[in-house]
């Protein structure tokens, strides 16, 4: 059971402004003390928890309790741990079991958990009655600081990552930063990835700050809730501006065409690499292949790398176990990525930190030969 | 290979004015032979077409040939025919293959069949890369007047029909009724139900058409044109009225709660019931349920009754071939469509022709009375 919030705990409240898809994300340690009533205010009367068992076996009775006592009907649907949970079989056997638990038109989904679970929660959410509310209460860092925001969901298709979903904006995100308290540091630290990720997009000061104060976010003091608030107010910001994914909002792929190749590799296998980690490695190759391309200081990819390395994230191609493979599987899990435009790359490059831009266009031959030159430099 | 429309055919143009996602709906004798040049105006580079067997056979080729006469890209997607497919597995099926064929963001997927077909492939061009564009070639009856025209695409759960699916509105809808003259007879009854619908909902004036005008419909003149032209107008414009079906648009269900029922009670074996003779079968309980309540004249339901059995439509719950269950099975078939608010029962019903309406919370008593009622003057 989950500790209730000290009655001086701050909230942080994020407000998205997306016109009649506008909803609020609080931040704040012991949310999930206050989720009943957070909850029962969309006024639904009954609700679906989707969670996966490390979670549930952690936070689903609570949360199933402070439903019951505000009177809803409350029913929880458990998925095993995992990025292969974001299949075809799980959204049938998700949908069937939401519609089971006879969630109406005017009912919801709630997502308690990571990434996986709110991808696959969201996206059942989404075409369950061809639509019903979902609420994120997101429990890793990476689902508090990225996934949970921006209404991005879906599954995985054996032609890559994500690429079957929809946009389904939650109603409400509840981020209690103590569930992360019990996150394992590897999915902590692959989180992270994420958050350092806002300020090399475009903010250089947040960028300093993390550098000043990722000890705090890590031992859970208030530098954790103000990263988590942070990071949402930049995804928030790009997710505004480009809710459906045309333009600005590709920005926050940086890090991402690599590091889905990466994922793609190693075959989604969370012993070898998880989606963060696959995220710091491309975020660096990212700033080194800018730098090669001669767009940012060499320096500032250095400045990147050494920070990531400080927190024990990893930062090359060698840092794959079990190997990256080669430079051509690479390429070929670059080119399926979804974010290919009329057959050309689109990178996210930098002019250094917090100048990050979208790059159409970049030719093959000139990404081969930078993976060639990262190659021949990590075998020295 | 599709005969090219003659010079002097006329052309009717529908158009659906939803803002940003409005389109037009094209009707008229020999359409498809412009398809090519109607769809390459989109501006795609490459399209993927979905086709049952039985449509595929016949103009799947034509199709694909006028597509990449244009310069388009094409690939043919071919599903079993019927309502089975409709399914989670043929989701992933379609999916897959949008994806293998590499559609892109500004690429198509194009229904070529009748409503399980524009069903299936509208949610998988809404959920492939989170959404691409798709347009509609419909080839039944009911497609024509109905499925292609207002954004419901979706699958079958084990809990009911269309229990999954997406709002997706299509970008261009190409009715070519002279692919209706290869159509099953009962498949053309079945969709001429529908058409009847538009009458009987709120236009009085187009039902009397229908009893004047029927043979024409059947025989392909241009009373057939016509009369899908004026079912898209009226469709769409209860769609544009409600988008998302949260009020109006559930007129467009007038039938639909007992032909659901039926459809469910009968397996969706098209052996034994079509969608659209339990709409025919369900619009007939209705306007006599509606008598039964003293809503409407005993004169009007049996008005309609004469008219669908003229056109050889079934119209009574013994016309269903294998019988229609009990009245436990109906209600239970009932509760279970999504057209459920808050566990009462909701139901299109009439103060005559052309004067339907949404009634909220009817009490399962009367329904039970009314359907005994049924049974027992059915015996006679
Ligand atoms: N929708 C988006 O916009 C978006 C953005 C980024 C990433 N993603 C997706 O998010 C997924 C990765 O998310 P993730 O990193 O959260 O992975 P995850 O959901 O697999 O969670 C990681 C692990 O931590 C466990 N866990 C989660 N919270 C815990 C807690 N409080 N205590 C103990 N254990 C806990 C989970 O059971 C799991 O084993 C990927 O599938 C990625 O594609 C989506
Ligand atoms: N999305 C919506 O708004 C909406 C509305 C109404 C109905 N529907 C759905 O539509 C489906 C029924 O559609 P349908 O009646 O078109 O069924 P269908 O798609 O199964 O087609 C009926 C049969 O006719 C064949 N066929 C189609 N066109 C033909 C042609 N030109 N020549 C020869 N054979 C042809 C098909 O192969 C099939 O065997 C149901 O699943 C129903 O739920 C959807």
């Known amino acids: 059971m989950a500790a209730a919030r000290a009655p001086d705990a701050p909230v942080i409240t994020v407000h998205v402004p997306l016109g009649d898809r506008a909803y609020d994300i609080f931040v704040g340690r012991g949310?999930?003390?206050?989720?009943?009533?957070?909850?029962?205010?969309?006024?639904?009367?009954?609700?679906?928890?989707?969670?996966?068992s490390n979670v549930g076996a952690l936070y689903g009775g609570a949360l199933a309790d402070a439903l019951q006592q505000r009177g809803l009907r409350a029913s929880i649907i458990t998925v095993a741990p995992g990025e292969a949970t974001k299949s075809y079989a799980s959204l049938e056997t998700v949908c069937d079991a939401v519609l089971e638990a006879r969630i109406e038109r005017g009912d919801l989904v709630i997502a308690l958990g990571g990434g996986v679970v709110g991808d696959l929660a969201g996206f059942a959410a989404a075409v369950a009655r061809r639509g019903v509310r979902f609420v994120q209460v997101p429990t890793s860092l990476l689902s508090?600081?990225?996934?949970?925001?921006?209404?991005?969901?879906?599954?995985?298709?054996?032609?890559?990552?994500?690429?079957?979903?929809?946009?389904?904006q939650p109603s409400l995100v509840l981020a209690d930063t103590a569930l992360l308290d019990t996150l394992p540091i590897r999915e902590m630290r692959a989180g992270y990835a994420e958050v350092v990720k806002?300020?090399?997009?475009?903010?250089?000061?947040?960028?300093?700050?993390?550098?000043?104060?990722?000890?705090?976010?890590?031992?859970?003091g208030p530098e954790r809730n103000e990263a988590v608030a942070q990071s949402c107010r930049a995804k928030a910001a790009v997710v505004v501006r480009d809710e459906r994914e045309e333009g600005d909002r590709a920005l926050l792929n940086l890090g991402h065409t690599f590091g889905h190749a990466?994922?793609?590799?190693?075959?989604?296998?969370?012993?070898?690499?998880?989606?963060?980690?696959?995220?710091?490695?491309g975020m660096c190759l990212a700033f080194r292949f800018s730098a090669f391309l001669g767009l940012c200081s060499a320096d500032d990819a250095t400045r990147v790398e050494r920070h990531l390395v400080t927190v024990g994230l990893p930062t090359r191609l060698q840092?794959?176990?079990?190997?990256?493979?080669?430079?051509?599987?690479?390429l070929d899990g670059m080119a399926q990525d979804k974010k290919v435009k009329a057959g050309a790359l689109t990178f996210i490059l930098a002019r250094g930190i917090g100048q990050s831009f979208v790059a159409h266009g970049i030719e093959i031959a000139k990404v081969r030969a930078f993976l060639n030159h990262e190659i021949a430099a990590t075998r020295t």
């Open 319 to 330: 840092d794959v176990p079990g190997g990256f493979g080669t430079v051509d599987e690479l």
């Open 31 to 52: 949310l999930l003390g206050e989720a009943g009533a957070r909850i029962a205010a969309l006024g639904a009367r009954a609700a679906a928890i989707v969670t996966d």
């Open 262 to 281: 990466l994922e793609r590799i190693t075959r989604y296998d969370s012993a070898r690499l998880v989606h963060g980690e696959g995220v710091a490695i």
């Open 198 to 220: 806002y300020g090399l997009i475009d903010d250089a000061g947040f960028f300093d700050w993390c550098e000043a104060n990722w000890q705090g976010v890590f031992a859970g």
């Open 144 to 168: 508090q600081v990225d996934s949970s925001v921006g209404g991005k969901t879906g599954i995985n298709s054996r032609h890559g990552k994500n690429l079957v979903g929809a946009f389904h």
